[in-house]
């Protein structure tokens, strides 16, 4: 069966194929099928909301069974900020150092700085059925970013049980609790009988 993942990242694609290990299952990214758009607007108001509407958008435009996911950062103390702006917290055109900049001087003597990681991944087919999970990530902000072993908010989060950042923690290690693989794990176990 062949399953296209809304992503142009290889790396992620072996992940993903890592984590579900399901026989005969081919995955594609979306540089693997021509006449996909460009981009799909996330605009929705959830990570749901924005998960769903790249399955869908893909899955009609290839006639393939599609994934896709949407996931950001969650902090207590900022009422669920950044969320699902969580790439352009800084703007539309920032980078990861100016949204952990942002984070950072939001967070400026805030003493409550539990947060999470969160991901919700959809699978649409092209019969019209779709299907959610989530997955999650506590931790906590750091007061300054630490470590390379990583990209977005990884040098400001520490995982619960952890005094080391995402960025400073071995990759294996941080995919075997993160966001993305606890929902890959979910999805492994929920959709097995639609992706056999």
């Given amino acids: ?25 081919e995955l594609l990214c979306v540089d693997d099928v ?17 998960a769903l509407k790249k399955a869908r958008e ?3 435009a290839s006639g393939l069974w599609t994934l896709a996911d949407d996931s950001g950062l969650e902090v207590d103390a900022l009422g669920m900020a950044p969320g699902v702006y969580s790439a352009r917290y800084a703007g539309e055109d920032c980078d990861h150092a100016a949204n ?7 967070l400026d003597g805030v003493a409550d700085r539990r947060a999470r990681f969160r991901c919700v991944m959809a699978l649409c087919a092209p019969d019209g059925k779709e299907w959610t999970v989530a997955g999650s990530c506590e931790g906590r902000i750091l007061e300054e970013p630490r470590g390379t072993n990583g990209f977005g908010y ?24 993160s966001h993305r693989g606890n929902a890959l794990k979910k999805a492994a176990v929920e959709w097995l009988a639609q992706l056999s």
Avoid: W
């Avoid at 990884?154 to 923690?169: H, K, M, R, W």
């Fill in 100 to 106: 952990n900049a942002k984070l950072l001087y939001k």
């Fill in 154 to 177: 990884d040098p400001l989060f520490a995982p619960e049980g952890y005094e080391q950042s995402f960025a400073e923690l071995d990759s294996s290690l941080k995919n075997s609790m």
């Fill in 1 to 25: 069966m062949k399953l296209l993942v809304a992503t142009r990242n290889k790396h992620k694609l072996e992940e993903i194929l890592q984590i579900l290990k399901l026989e005969n299952l």
């Fill in 58 to 60: 893909l899955c009609q």
């Fill in 34 to 50: 021509d006449g996909l758009p460009e981009d799909v607007v996330e605009d929705a108001e959830t990570f749901e909301g924005n």
